[in-house]
């Protein structure tokens, strides 16, 4: 199999940003991947970034691929005052593993979070 190429990530509903049976979302466009191959979602904020993980569960159409079962990996570790209300926006980077290597990473800016 191919190297994945990933060319976007596209974020339909907020990101969670908190341990939780809460799933987050995303659609990839690329090439060289399919169902079953990992995600990884990795944020900018604080000392140690909220990381997210999971798989792709279904092809959509064309390049066109779904992850709905994203879950936090690891919380956000901030310095100072935590965030306790309302949401805000992370740029997030996006690699998929497929069986025989992983991709470069793609980012989206300003994708909406709930904490």
């Known amino acids: 199999m191919p190297v ?3 060319h976007s990530a596209l974020f339909p509903l907020p990101l969670h940003k908190k341990v939780s049976t809460n799933k987050s979302t995303v ?8 169902v079953g191959d990992a995600v990884n ?13 999971g798989t ?4 959509i159409a064309g390049n066109y ?9 690891h919380e956000e570790v ?3 005052k ?8 992370e740029d997030v980077s996006v ?3 497929n069986r025989t290597a992983t991709s470069a990473p793609v980012t989206t800016t300003a994708v909406p979070t709930v904490p």
């Open 4 to 6: 994945p190429v990933l």
């Open 78 to 80: 901030r310095k100072g």
């Open 27 to 34: 659609i990839v466009v690329a090439t060289g991947i399919g």
């Open 56 to 59: 792709i569960t279904s092809h």
């Open 65 to 73: 691929w779904l992850s709905n079962n994203l879950k936090v990996d």
């Open 95 to 97: 690699t998929v593993t």
């Open 41 to 53: 979602v990795n944020g900018t904020h604080g000392m140690t970034p909220t990381g997210w993980s």
């Open 82 to 89: 935590k965030i306790t209300s309302g949401g805000g926006t």
